[in-house]
T-cell receptor, first 114, second 117 residues
Framework: EPEVTQTPSHQVTQMGQEVILRCVPI?????FYWYRQILGQKVEFLVS????????KSEIFDDQFSVERPDGSNFTLKIRSTKLEDSAMYFC????????????FGDGTRLSIL | AQKVTQAQTEISVVEKEDVTLDCVYE???????LFWYKQPPSGELVFLIR??????QNEISGRYSWNFQKSTSSFNFTITASQVVDSAVYFC??????????????FGKGITLSVRP
């Protein structure tokens, strides 16, 4: 069964450094998402992406964050200058359509900011 | 604004017991979708079920069943004859269907289910 794949599985970064989290969505999916989960808390929406542009973003997704689909397969989340509070598990998801189509999640990237 | 409440935070049962995980949602949309996801200790999010707001039929899949009641805005999940492998965090989620191309999921806080042998 096709999967969403995320790399790396664990990223350790010094505060203030830039980090790029990578995702390969399911190949025929059209909608892409990033979510984050701070340890022990609920999963929170960050951003959705469709037709090469952001369709919605949450208040968490400030100017330090950006997303990109640099080619036909990858979908990246960049955090420009990381803060301690960015430490979390980041999930990429993709779906075939919106609303009724389930979002399929990758295994996540655990980001640890030191 | 949409909201999902999972009032139970932790549930512990002995293997073979039945267990029901509660989910209550709030939305102003008439068209929406409800989901359950499972997060085992390994951390990934596994899709379990999707239900649209126009379909109130209960669903059964093996040991899993779901009860959707619009009158009480609830979408409860029952595991029959629980097994140790069912131990995980279970999230209920809501997606509103907007006119745009976004359909973000709003998650509840999750219920940690521990099944003891």
């Amino acid at each position: 069964e096709p999967e969403v794949t995320q790399t790396p599985s664990h990223q350790v970064t010094q505060m203030g450094q830039e980090v790029i989290l990578r995702c390969v969505p399911i190949s025929n999916h059209l909608y892409f998402y990033w979510y984050r989960q701070i340890l022990g808390q609920k999963v929170e929406f960050l951003v959705s992406f469709y037709n090469n542009e952001i369709s919605e973003k949450s208040e968490i997704f400030d100017d330090q964050f950006s997303v990109e689909r640099p080619d036909g397969s990858n979908f990246t989340l960049k955090i420009r200058s990381t803060k301690l509070e960015d430490s979390a598990m980041y999930f990429c998801a993709s779906s075939l359509g919106f609303g009724n189509q389930p979002q399929h999640f990758g295994d996540g990237t655990r980001l640890s900011i030191l | 604004a949409q909201k999902v409440t999972q009032a139970q935070t932790e549930i512990s049962v002995v293997e073979k017991e039945d267990v029901t995980l509660d989910c209550v949602y709030e939305t102003r949309d008439t068209t929406y979708y409800l989901f359950w996801y499972k997060q085992p200790p390994s951390g990934e999010l596994v899709f379990l079920i999707r239900r649209n707001s126009f379909d109130e039929q209960n669903e059964i899949s093996g040991r899993y069943s779901w009860n959707f009641q619009k009158s009480t805005s609830s979408f409860n999940f029952t595991i029959t004859a629980s097994q140790v492998v069912d131990s995980a965090v279970y999230f209920c989620a809501l997606s509103e269907v907007n006119t745009g191309a976004n359909s973000k999921l709003t998650f509840g806080k999750g219920i940690t289910l521990s099944v003891r042998p």
